[in-house]
């Protein structure tokens, strides 16, 4: 069964991933809590955040100029315009066109270029530290990125996001089991790296000098920083949206059966990226690169895998 | 070189008169200190300058040396005036001291290499400006590749003041510079013409979390100085035992928090909550969580009943339990121990000349441990089992607590256990009847009294005036050696790496302050 189209179902789970991604850091902060033999902040407390947030008025530094302003709402827009293009469960965005993927990863790389250049704006030591390693490692992970999708394409004949991530599960037949726990496995690696996971960043953390992403935005408050958590989380849904159609079994019952399944494996790979968070240490950055690229090794042996088995 | 002749040596907890002080002509008195320490392994516990009493402006250098073969502290004296050329430049682990006594008396010591005050306090002579902490003349790299970071004195946790300033070139730190002083509350002047009712309370305030090792090393300086503050047997075991669940509290705090900043949560929710029970066993004991006022010149302030005491005993063997958990699980993730090896090595050769001491210094293989090398009270005939490890990273530093911690367990054990045979005569006589100030000391005297404190050694040394009153009070924390140790260790290392460093140390910006 290939994606059905049908408008009126997409937009549904489009306003749907809209509303429920903040519920994402609810769900990972609760499995860190319970691994950590605590209560934990309440499942809705970023949605709280948020509206708290809202009715602050913002600060900022006389020395900066209109980049570390205008940066997180840009970033939002750019963000919720890339997810025009990710499927809504199984039905294909209405919006796809030949070669949308490239227009998705570079909506969310215009998104992260505009948060790093925020971080200069502020001149302070600390988020320039936070961009200098932001940009490092993402040039790492664009690199696994474009793996996965090169894989993708070949499997699809097709460079449209609803298309690549239309015909692959774990049961394909035709491609090998191993080749596709290469490319999630690899894919989840990026979703840590991309949303500023553990063992790659530490969003607790409240040591300046460990920070990437929390560094970036330390000088943020009110309604920006509420959109800058609104499109982290955004962002965070959209790459477990991905990572879940990925692996969605294609025969389902019916569109509403597959629809309940998208959204529960969303949450699943939340729980998962709690348990992560909750039983390693994070690494030394120096590290880091090493786990990129061996990512994208993963990816590429994928790929051989699949041109020559 | 005659090391009696030299120096006078004294016992840990002793009192000399100042009379037997032998005051050496200063380049005897160089020389001899530069080859006890950097030739006959000596280390320098304190070194201080006090006005001399009858020359205005002139000022008596005294030295206190540990000795820790013979289990003996030496101490020599001179006189100065106006300079005098610094020991530092040839022997690092006066540097520190130097640069107190320039600060606090205005004495210049030429030729030091780094001169340059540690507290900011307000210049000793002269109506110079006023000096504010961390405003100061940093080292910098002229080179438009390096990079500077201030780090504070506000932090983003709830901490204590402090400003770090980096040299960096990328991620790698170059140079460190620490500026403390912020905590300075002139508790060492405040003492002087003691001791009072106040006394006991500042000295525990010098270092809060250090209280029972403060209040123990002053009750033992006090002992040594007036018969009416001698303390029994019983007096001192108990003092052991709180020593020790002060030593416990701290221990499990720092592994939690290390395991806090490397993102591993359950540990460190887990050594949260245990170091919160060490306190309760202290609170326990004497109603306050730190210790606080439990020990008194000449005893204890409370008694525990046997009941109590099998109550403790019962706690701290359940609470073992779960220290030991948490612990494993530390240590037995990979990730964690990946982030703790090979980060932040203060090596040996670096440790020893600089004088580190405590957990640091026996992390990186020096084997000072006071309750061994100077053993007093109930550590003379039940001694612990040194911990000391020879790799001088983090993992070393975390793995001397988790063994001292073991230690300690197990000393508790036996001491608790003797607490329980003690006879009524006895458990009486461990109560202070000095709860109102002490009398009039012995005249013209100096006593030293060390302590093994939980971070390392604690150094108080006292001189008394004809009256019998507190002429000078020299207060030596663990952190005052230990700070410097902090600094060398980010010298090329990388700069997010500081946190898991400054927390593997986790000295102690008010006992260094003063």
């Known amino acids: 069964m290939m994606y059905n189209v049908n408008h009126g179902f997409w937009w549904a789970m489009f306003l749907a991933s809209l509303l429920l991604a903040p519920l994402l850091f609810g769900i990972i902060n609760k499995v ?41 709402i840009m970033s939002l827009l750019a963000t919720i315009m890339a997810m025009l293009f990710v499927p809504g469960g199984l039905f294909r965005s209405p919006l796809a066109f030949g070669g949308d993927v490239i227009f998705f990863c570079y909506l969310l790389g215009l998104s992260r270029m505009l948060t790093i250049l925020a971080a200069m704006d502020t001149g302070s030591s600390f988020a320039g530290m936070g961009a200098s390693r932001e940009a490092h490692f993402s040039v790492l992970a664009e690199a696994v990125l474009f793996a996965i999708v090169i894989f993708l ?80 989380s955004l962002k965070l849904w959209s790459f477990c949206a991905v990572l879940t159609l990925l692996l969605l079994p294609q025969r389902v019952a019916g569109p509403l059966t597959g629809m ?20 390693m240490a994070r690494y030394r950055f120096l590290k880091v690169p090493h786990l990129l690229v061996g990512s994208l090794a993963a990816v590429l042996t994928a790929v051989l895998l699949l041109l020559f088995f | 070189m005659n ?20 005051v050496l002509p200063f380049d005897d008195f160089r020389a001899q200190l530069i080859q006890a320490v950097m030739q006959d392994g000596l280390r320098v516990s304190s070194f201080f300058a006090t006005p001399a009493d009858n020359q205005p402006g002139d000022f008596e250098l005294i030295a206190v040396l540990a000795d820790d073969r013979a289990h003996l502290l030496r101490l020599a004296a001179s006189r100065v005036s106006k300079s005098y050329l610094a020991l530092s430049a040839d022997c690092p682990a006066f540097h520190w001291f130097e640069r107190e006594i320039a600060e606090v008396t205005g004495l210049v010591c030429e030729n030091h290499p780094w001169p340059k005050p540690i507290r900011f306090t307000r210049p000793p002579v002269g109506k110079g400006a006023d000096v504010l902490p961390g405003v100061t003349d940093y080292l910098r790299i002229a080179d438009e590749a390096a ?86 047997p019983a007096a001192e075991l108990w003092r052991g035992i709180a020593l020790e669940f002060e030593r416990s509290a701290n221990h499990t705090g720092d592994l939690g928090a290390l395991a806090g900043d490397v993102a591993f949560l359950p540990t460190q929710s887990f050594c949260g909550r245990i170091r919160g029970e060490y306190l309760n066993m202290t609170a326990a004991l004497c109603g306050n969580r730190f210790g606080r006022g439990y020990v008194l010149p000449g005893g204890l302030r409370y008694l525990a009943d046997n009941k109590k005491v099998a109550d403790l005993q019962a706690w701290r063997k359940r609470v073992h ?76 530093r975390a793995m001397v607590r988790r063994r001292e911690l073991d230690a300690s367990n197990q000393w508790l054990n036996e001491a608790l256990n003797a607490a329980t045979e003690l006879s009524a005569d006895e458990q009486t006589s461990a109560l202070s009847s000095q709860h109102s100030p002490a009398r009039a000391l012995a005249p013209s005297m100096i006593a030293v009294s060390l302590q093994e404190a939980w971070r390392g050694e604690l150094c108080h040394v006292a001189l008394t005036d004809s009256h019998g ?32 460093c400054n927390k593997s140390f986790n000295l102690s910006y008010c006992g260094h302050d003063l």
């Open chain 2, 3 to 22: 090391m009696d002749t030299t120096f006078l040596a004294l016992p840990n907890g002793a009192a000399a008169p100042i009379a037997d002080l032998p």
């Open chain 2, 321 to 396: 339990a779960d220290l030991t958990n948490a612990l494993d699980l530390l240590f037995d993730t990979p990730s964690v121990l990946d982030r703790f090896e090979n980060t932040g090595v203060l090596a040996p050769a670096d440790a020893a000349a600089v004088g580190i001491v405590g957990v640091a210094g026996r992390a990186s293989g020096l084997n000072n441990d006071i309750r061994l090398s100077h053993p007093y009270g109930p550590y003379t005939d039940r001694p612990l089992s040194l911990c000391a490890e020879g790799a001088g990273d983090v993992l070393a």
């Open chain 1, 260 to 279: 309940l399944l998208y959204l529960a494996l969303i949450m699943v790979f939340a729980v998962g990226i709690g348990v992560v968070e909750s039983i």
């Open chain 2, 469 to 500: 009153r507190f002429r000078h009070y020299k207060i030596v924390d663990p952190s005052f050696h230990n700070w410097y140790g902090l600094a060398l260790t980010l010298r090329g290392e990388q700069i997010s790496h500081f946190p898991i």
């Open chain 2, 147 to 232: 990079h500077e970071v201030a780090v504070g004195p506000v932090h983003a946790g709830v901490i204590e003041p402090g400003h770090f300033r980096f040299q960096c070139l990328g991620e790698e730190v170059i140079f460190l510079e620490i500026s403390l002083g912020y905590q300075h509350r002139g508790i060492e002047k405040m003492l002087v013409g003691g001791p009072d009712v106040r006394s006991a309370q500042l000295i525990e305030c010098a270092a809060g979390d250090t209280s029972i090792a403060s209040a123990w090393c002053y009750a033992r300086l006090l002992a040594a100085l007036s018969p009416a503050c001698q303390a029994s």
């Open chain 1, 32 to 72: 860190k809590a319970f691994f950590a033999g605590r209560r934990g902040p309440r499942l809705l407390q970023l949605y709280y955040d948020m509206f708290k947030l809202s009715r602050k008025a913002g600060i900022f530094s006389r020395t900066t100029s209109g980049v570390l302003q205008l940066a997180p």
């Open chain 1, 153 to 232: 394409a070949i499997v699809a004949r097709s460079i449209c996001l609803s298309d690549l991530l239309s015909p692959l599960s774990l049961v394909t037949p035709g491609i090998s089991v191993p080749a596709v726990l290469l490319v999630a496995g690899a894919f989840f690696i990026v979703i840590l790296v991309e949303n500023c996971r553990l063992p790659f960043d530490d969003p607790e953390t409240h040591l300046e000098l460990t920070m990437i992403h929390e560094a970036m935005i330390l000088d943020y408050a009110g309604p920006e920083l509420a959109m800058i958590h609104y499109t982290a």
